[in-house]
């Protein structure tokens, strides 16, 4: 019987496919590149240098010359699923296992491509010889970056147990913005307007913001997003393990942790990169994904005036309080309150509509009674609808933004409104890019710098 709860198939349309001919002189030309290449120290081949050698015994196809390239200057057989944009991850679980990739609509699929151990190794070695560093029995687990921006984690026996793994979440190239998100329904234009207000604070009272959320369900995305409501004059400094942030404003510094070199030495952790921020003046923090002790030094900066946007691990609000206050992180309870708002981002499979990413949810950190973090829902998705629902009777961050501006509350009510209205005119079908959207938004800031200057 057929079972239904198999994956689909995923088929590159881009495979290279040789005639029997064509087959036969790519073997032999491989071959003798491989020979010329074994003593050279510049171990990429140029397209030039395997035309002459194609010249020389009189063949003619651009078919060899994309796979010769994808053979020694790529990753081998997943080569075609790192130039296929619509893949978001790919995923080697084990050697003689199908290669799975995870599509940005379709979701999980299974692909026909098989590797051997010694292929998924050479890929890794690749990766690895890429950013000067080593994986084997000592260090069995690598995390690096691909030249082209994307994220890879390797692992090799004994931690894995049917060989050598690699999961590659692949960098996408043009960043989501804020109208996007809207577009594809992830945040609707009330929320939108509202976090603008809160992350902006009217320059006053700006929020700190934790994005939780599941694995791959849009934390960084959003969080991305957001920053393009960070006021230009600010001075932002970023802080991640690996660089995906893509920050509209000029006035960054981006920096990124550095594992341990060969001899185990030098790691320069996240706890260190925010501590030294601290020196750095900054007006906005920003944290790709707070996991462990940093998180103590995140909020003593929360508490003394920054702030700050993060990414969180967990699946709903109360989880990252949790793992905010037990260990690793063992942030003081009473410390808690500096956060002003945790967002949960979730990927949903809808029956007709496939993948989904939704925020499904948006708590205002109130204050404690009997030790304990109260929490206050703002937003909740509701599901059989697929829709963000405001459901807040008040917020404390917008209060007190109104308060300081001298604003009623029926006045900042209006101010939302007005936002989500100037954002809704300028939705536009075609995509524009962050720095485009930014521009946007400070028009906006522009108009109405009554309120924003004061
Ligand atoms: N709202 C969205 N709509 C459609 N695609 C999205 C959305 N948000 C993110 N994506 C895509 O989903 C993938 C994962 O997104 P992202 O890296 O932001 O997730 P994450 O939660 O930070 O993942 P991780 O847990 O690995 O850090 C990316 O390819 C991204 O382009
Ligand atoms: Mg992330």
Redesign the pocket.
């Known amino acids: 019987m057929k079972d239904k709860n198999t994956l689909p198939i995923y088929k590159s349309k881009k495979t290279v496919k040789l005639s029997k001919k064509e087959e036969r002189e790519y073997q032999k030309l491989k071959e003798e590149l491989i020979q010329i290449k074994v003593n050279d120290e510049n171990i990429t081949v140029q397209d030039n240098e395997i035309k002459r050698l194609m010249d020389k015994q009189q063949i003619q196809s651009d078919n060899i010359i994309k796979k010769i390239n994808n053979d020694l200057n790529g990753y081998g057989k997943i080569d075609i699923l790192l130039q296929d944009d619509e893949l978001?991850?790919i995923m080697i679980i084990g050697s003689n296992k199908p290669v799975y990739v995870?599509h940005?609509t379709k979701g999980m699929m299974i692909t026909e491509i098989l590797l051997t151990e010694p292929e998924i190794r050479q890929i890794i070695t690749k990766i690895a010889n890429f950013v000067q560093r080593k994986i084997d029995k000592q260090t069995p687990i690598l995390d690096a970056r691909l030249p082209d921006g994307s994220?890879v984690n390797a692992t090799i026996p004994p931690i894995t147990a049917d060989g050598p793994t690699l999961t590659i979440?692949?960098f996408?190239k043009e960043?989501?913005t804020i109208f996007?998100?809207i577009n594809?329904n992830?945040?609707n234009t009330h929320l939108a307007a509202f976090l603008w207000i809160v992350i902006d604070g009217l320059n006053v009272r700006p929020s700190n913001i934790i994005i939780a959320?599941?694995?791959?369900?849009?934390?960084?995305?959003?969080?991305?997003t957001l920053t393009s409501f960070i006021p230009t004059r600010e001075r932002i400094i970023t802080i991640e393990d690996t660089l995906?942030l893509q920050i509209p404003q000029n006035h960054v510094i981006r920096t990124e942790t550095r594992p341990p070199n060969i001899e185990g030495k030098g790691e320069i952790n996240m706890d260190v990169l925010l501590k030294n921020s601290l020196r750095q003046r900054p007006d906005r923090i920003i944290v790709?994904?707070v996991r462990s002790k940093e998180a103590i030094t995140l909020f003593t900066a929360l508490n003394t005036g920054h702030s700050g946007l993060g990414?969180l691990?967990a699946n709903s609000t109360q989880e990252t309080v949790n793992r905010l206050i037990n260990p690793p992180m063992n942030v003081p309870t009473i410390m808690i309150n500096s956060i002003d708002f945790i967002i949960m981002?979730n990927?949903i499979y809808h029956p007709s509509k496939g993948?989904?990413?939704?925020v499904t949810e948006v708590a205002e950190v109130v204050g404690m009674e009997m030790n304990k973090v109260q929490l206050n829902q703002i937003y909740r998705y509701n599901y059989s609808k697929d829709k963000l629902e405001y459901i807040a009777i008040s917020s404390n961050a917008l209060n007190e933004i109104a308060s300081m501006k001298g604003l009623s509350s029926q006045e900042i009510l209006k101010e939302i409104e007005n936002r989500q209205e100037y954002l809704e005119n300028n939705l536009k079908n075609e995509r524009i890019d962050i720095y485009e959207t930014k521009k946007i938004l400070n028009n906006y800031e522009y108009q109405q710098n009554k309120l924003i200057e004061e």
């Not at 993948?355 to 939704?358: L, M, S, V, Y």
């Open positions: 978001e991850e995870y940005r994220r979440r692949k996408k960043q989501l996007d998100l594809f992830s945040i959320g599941g694995t791959g369900s849009g934390k960084t995305t959003t969080l991305n995906e790709g994904e990414t691990h981002q990927r993948t989904i990413r939704r």
